[in-house]
């Protein structure tokens, strides 16, 4: 079956940097675009960033554009998010969620993982 298992979250200070993992199995990972989403304390799920089967091209919410990056290795099954610049604003629940089988919106996520952005 499906399985995505996000890592790499944690504690870090304003203005510092953090890369997130998400580990794919149970499906064809080249064939799907895949997507970063993240739920803060109080608010709703919040997409953060997609990229293509190839990792090509990629997409980012006005809010982290050009600060974090997304990318993957297809050859290890594997996405990754990059983020700089972390601002308390950026505390949240990190989810890699896949793209659907009918090709829109997302029919799996993770668990996720926790990034808390503190002094």
């Known amino acids: 079956q499906v399985q995505l298992v996000e890592s790499g979250g944690g504690l870090v200070q304003p203005g510092g940097s953090l890369r997130l993992s998400c580990a794919a199995s149970?499906?064809?990972?080249?064939?799907?675009?895949m997507y970063w989403v993240r739920e803060a304390p109080g608010k709703g799920l919040e997409w953060v960033s997609g990229?293509?089967?190839?990792?090509?091209?990629?997409y980012y919410a006005g809010s982290v554009a050009g600060r974090f990056t997304i990318s993957r290795d297809n050859a290890k099954n594997t996405l990754y998010l990059q983020m700089s610049s972390l601002s308390t604003e950026d505390t949240a629940v990190y989810y890699c969620?896949?793209?659907?089988?009918?090709?829109?919106?997302?029919?799996?996520w993770g668990k996720g993982t926790l990034v808390t952005v503190s002094s």
């Open positions: 969620a896949k793209q659907s089988a009918t090709g829109g919106g997302m029919d799996y």
């Open positions: 149970g499906f064809t990972f080249t064939n799907y675009w």
């Open positions: 990229i293509t089967t190839g990792g090509a091209s990629t």
